[in-house]
């Protein structure tokens, strides 16, 4: 059984009660801001008001309930947050019942929380609607709470979650909690047991988490969002673009979109309807970024979903933006995507890489001559595992007679195409005639550094590291001066009473968060990278010291710097 859909709360829709501009209700008071004036479009501000000074924010609930049901809501159970705000009468866990568990709460517990006159606003707008008699939005009674019989309750129609705008992005402007974006979107797997929708609109994921942390953030004139779903994407880059456009093939995800630019105080961003990036018509963009519906899914399969699933065999879906973003920047222009690709059984060359090399050879002086590719793979996934992900992703039960047939459904599919993993990661694209393009992958698994300007600004200066290489001769490495990551550590391993070490590795601590095991002479020439000297010279140096010959070392540092430059373990020293 499939879970129904409701209406997108209406900006300009008003109560008999409403907010009165120019003025708040007092958030936990219960004392109304006005009488006998209407919200109009003015209910999303005040919801934001309301909302930041009750600290609704990822701090101000952690803070609430405590690290462990933090936890909890991370591996998506919502049983303990349930739980502890059923027995709380704080204003926050109202407003986080809610608009995060999908809880019904009494009407007066809302008008506490809220005011009466934004509630009122909010159930004229279709935000808030009158609940079932006796039983809560997510379905099961409210154990651990006092209930007056005949008490009517309130749901919330839609889920606003808060989300910490991670280091690297800029800040909203003239706002009481300027690091956090309200998100609005249809409630998921967290809080309802059934299928979803297939119009099902997705909120805050990990994915969209992901791809706001690895997208550059220079201002730039006009960015794209395409497949915006709720928006984030489109929202974070209107705090560095002069104007944004967002597209979707979901009217409901712009709609979505629209009121959580008004939620947020935002007002620079275009929505437009279509697939992909027919909505753009040609445009070029400063900055493109894509969440796109990426999930390789059998085309026979029950319950797609238009968030995830873009309706293409396989991963042709993504092969179809690595070939035609290039197109859609301007000179200079980026874009920021993730994706699935697969990886076949012929163990021939695939994913972005092989497909951006393909365009480059086929299509001489087209923008994927000009345009540069760097991919950062973090998974791989064997065809059950990633059936399983999301099978479940979809709310389907498992063992029920809808997961084995999907399953058997994604597991033929994969077989028929000799599909032996599956591959997730990030692809940045840069575009500029006057730079040698490149197209590079690297697999990096686990935990990544910490990254103090934010993971984006790192990228951005893999990015430059690899332009620099693809046009620098082995010679001018090796006329090349390098100094030493700050954050890069040397432990030495030995065996007992030995002089000498059995095993050397180079540690950072930002970036990708690497160890690399390296030999005796890259180990020095790591450890004397202060800038003063050339590749060549300490080359020389070291050679004399282990008696090798002095060219062949030299050649063989050249090599390796390659390697471990575009990690962060070295940079050049650059006029």
Known sequence: MRSSLPAVPKIDSAGAAGMPAGSEAAAGSGEPAGRGQTAGSEWPSHLRSSLESLEYTQPGLKALWGPDVDQALLTNDAAPALWFARTSSASLAVVARLFLLADAVPTASAEDALGADLTSALRAAGLLVPADAGESHSGDQHSGEYQVEGERRL??????????????????VGQRKPDTLYLASDFGTLTQPTVLDGRYVLGLGGAGRTLIEITPREAVTTAADIGTGCGIQALALA???????????????????RLNAQINGIDNIETRRGSLLEPLRGQAVDLLVTNPPFVITPQAARGQFEYRDGGLPGDQLMRSLVRDIPGHLTEGGQAAMLGNWEVAQSGA????????????????????????????????????????TWIRDGG?????????????????????????QIA????????????????????????????????????????????????AEDSELAATAFVRGSDIVEHRHHEPSSENPSVIEMAQGTGFGQTLTVDTALAAFIGVADGSMTLRTVAG???????????????????????????GFVYPVLE
């Open 396 to 420: 389907v039960a498992r063992a029920s007679g809808q997961w084995n047939a999907d399953t058997a459904a994604w597991l033929d599919d994969f077989a028929a195409r000799s599909v032996e």
């Open 424 to 471: 997730f990661g990030w692809v940045r694209f840069k575009r500029s005639a006057a730079a040698s393009a490149f197209a590079a992958a690297d697999r990096i698994s686990g935990p990544l550094g910490a990254n103090a300007a934010g993971l984006a600004a790192f990228l951005d200066t893999r990015m430059a590291m690899l332009e620099w290489l693809e046009g």
């Open 541 to 567: 140096a070291l050679a004399a010291l282990l008696e090798v010959d002095s060219d062949k070392l030299c050649q063989q540092l050249v090599r390796q710097v390659r390697d471990i430059l575009p990690l």
């Open 239 to 257: 705090l560095h673009a002069d104007s944004v456009i967002a597209t979707d093939i979901s009217a409901r995800a712009l709609e979505f979109t």
């Open 349 to 388: 060359e695939a994913g972005p890489v092989a497909w951006h090399k393909h365009e480059q050879t086929a299509s001489v002086g087209s923008a994927a001559g000009e345009t540069s590719l760097m991919v950062i793979e973090r998974e791989q996934l064997t065809p059950t595992a990633y059936a399983h």
């Open 155 to 172: 749901v919330s129609s839609v889920s606003i979650v808060p989300y910490s705008l991670p280091v690297g992005v800029p800040r909203l």
